[in-house]
């Protein structure tokens, strides 16, 4: 018998009834280590309802106490960093470092969430007409859900519901069915810090519990990280039952290499950005776009990358871990295939790589290519594996020219010594995070994180003044207080008099 991971609902950790289950798996050993009940849709329907109830108190609760439990679990995540990152590590396969970066970049919006009296205040203009007042405040919504992939099971989920409940949302959680277990380990850590039990709630499963909760009338607003088909098709089925969706998609991220760049730099922060996770982050660099001479650099960035090993995650030479499932193995197997056999420069290849005592593991080894043209399906697609393409431009303007063709918008990066030339890619390039000298910019939770085209659909992004703007609704209030000056009649107009 497997642990069963339990859901929280009406604030009591159980196990669902279900009798559908799906295997939690170590995709480094093969074994399941949990299997997940998928709630049942009176489960589901019982946790909505009993969020809607909880909100009724928690949004009257004062917004300095809110900020004030927002703060001791900020303090409980940082207590037990490692303890999470472990969780993480056995369910995703990810490297201990990498794990615990996964766990740091969610503590960082918790730090910010606890900010949110400022971040809730609104706007004010005195004498907006004669003895009239203009103010405004943001209110919360209601209910809001969170649907999460399985590639950052601490980080995403803590872009949602930290910043939703502060601003005095209740929340549903939607974690990844991948890997469960580091979100539920969230959930009781937040109850720990002594949040009311109703505010948050936890179901489990995949399709059927996401349409469940997609089209309930009681959930306001819906934020979803995910692939770009699975993000269309909630998007639009979200909007058509009238919610406020957001949807952070898959991608397609370059990063130009200019000649004058500094050459070892770039081959560093190459590597990791390319192969690091297996390359299984939406801001992993999956395609570099070597300009004019910098192309030489090229059979040297393969060598270097060639060395990042894959391993086990307390292995503390590996330089990545295995791939999530095995069916993302094949995927990723089949793509890198149809590289070599669509006329790309095989430099590295990493299909073969085994690891003799964990033959059930997904491994993939790291893969460059090199040749790379747009019509290529391992361009077209996101691989979301550690293979690192290389295509090679004439000039900046070409080389933005193929970026800005590209369907996806997440994150982009100029390698570069040239203030001019930076300055010309920032502002010409179509994707929503750029990075100059830094190959993954992620922004930092004051600011929003900023896809574009495919990569995003909905108008606020998560985190930051934006997310605060999505989780609530904003209420103006015109005022005037009489005195003793005599009455002059009807206004008949729209004017303020
Ligand atoms: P996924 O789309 O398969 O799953 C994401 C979530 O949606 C899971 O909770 C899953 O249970 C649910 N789901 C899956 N199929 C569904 C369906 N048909 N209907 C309703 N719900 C469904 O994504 P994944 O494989 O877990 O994650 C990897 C993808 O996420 C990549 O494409 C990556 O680029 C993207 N991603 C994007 C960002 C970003 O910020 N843009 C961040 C991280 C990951």
């Known amino acids: 018998m497997h642990q069963s991971v339990p859901h929280l609902i009406n604030g009591e950790f159980t196990v669902s009834q279900s009798k559908r289950r799906i295997p939690v798996t170590n995709p480094a050993t093969g074994l ?63 490297v201990f470092a990498d794990a615990k970066g996964d766990v740091w970049r969610g503590i960082e919006v918790v730090e910010h969430a606890c900010n949110i009296a400022s971040l809730m205040m609104g706007e004010t203009a005195e004498n907006v007409a ?25 980080m995403i989920p803590l872009w ?111 590597v990791g950005a390319s192969v690091g996770a297996a390359g299984q982050r939406c801001m992993a660099i999956s395609v570099a776009v070597f300009v004019g001479a910098a192309k030489e650099w090229i059979p040297e960035v393969a060598a270097k990358v060639a060395e990042a090993k894959p391993g086990l995650w307390n292995d503390e030479d590996a330089g990545f871990g295995p791939l999530i499932n095995p069916a993302a ?28 005592e964990y033959p059930n593991g997904n491994w993939v080894g790291p893969t460059v290519f090199s040749k ?22 004439d000039s900046l303007e070409d080389a933005i020219q193929t970026i800005n063709a590209n369907p996806f918008g ?10 001019g030339a930076a300055r010309y890619f920032q502002h010409h390039i179509e994707v929503g995070q750029v990075g100059i000298n830094v190959p993954i910019p992620v922004p930092l939770p004051f600011f929003s994180f900023t896809g574009w085209k495919n990569s995003f659909y909905g108008d606020q992004h998560p985190y930051g003044k934006q997310a605060v ?21 009807p206004n008949m107009t729209i004017n303020l008099k």
């Open 32 to 94: 399941v280590i949990a299997e997940v009940p998928c709630s049942t849709s009176e489960e589901v329907e019982t946790a909505i309802a009993s969020a809607k109830k909880a909100f009724l108190s928690w949004k009257e609760t004062p917004v300095s106490d809110r900020a004030r439990l927002m703060l001791r679990y900020q303090q409980l995540l940082k207590e037990n960093h490692d303890e999470i990152a472990e969780i993480l590590s056995q369910e995703t396969g990810k």
């Open 130 to 154: 004669r003895d009239i007042d203009t103010y405004s405040f943001v209110q919360p919504l209601g209910v809001c859900a969170g649907i999460t992939p399985f590639n950052f099971p601490a």
């Open 160 to 270: 949602m519901f930290p910043l939703a409940i502060a601003c005095g949302n209740t929340f549903i959680l939607k974690p990844s069915e991948q890997d469960p277990l580091t979100p539920v380990r969230l959930a009781e850590l937040f109850l720990e810090a002594g949040f009311p039990k109703h505010v948050l709630q936890v179901v489990h499963g995949d399709r059927e519990q996401v349409d469940q909760i997609l089209t309930h009338p009681d959930i306001r607003a819906i934020s979803f990280v995910g692939s770009a088909h699975v993000g269309q098709h909630i998007y639009k089925t979200g909007t058509d039952h009238l919610k406020r969706v957001q949807c952070m998609t898959g991608a397609k991220n370059h990063m130009v290499v200019m000649p004058d760049a500094n050459k070892q730099q770039v081959i560093n922060h190459l």
């Open 329 to 356: 193995r094949k995927r990723v197997l089949q793509l890198i295939d149809s590289g070599k056999k669509s006329g790309a420069n095989c430099l590295v290849d990493g299909s073969d790589f085994t690891m003799p």
């Open 372 to 393: 790379v043209t747009p019509e290529m399906e391992i361009y077209k697609e996101e691989i979301f594996g550690p293979v690192l393409l290389t295509m090679e431009s």
């Open 410 to 419: 997440n994150g982009t990066s100029i390698f570069t010594a040239s203030g």
């Open 469 to 489: 703007r999505f989780y609530t609704e904003t209420k103006t209030i015109t005022a005037r207080w009489f005195g003793n000056d005599a009455a002059s009649g």
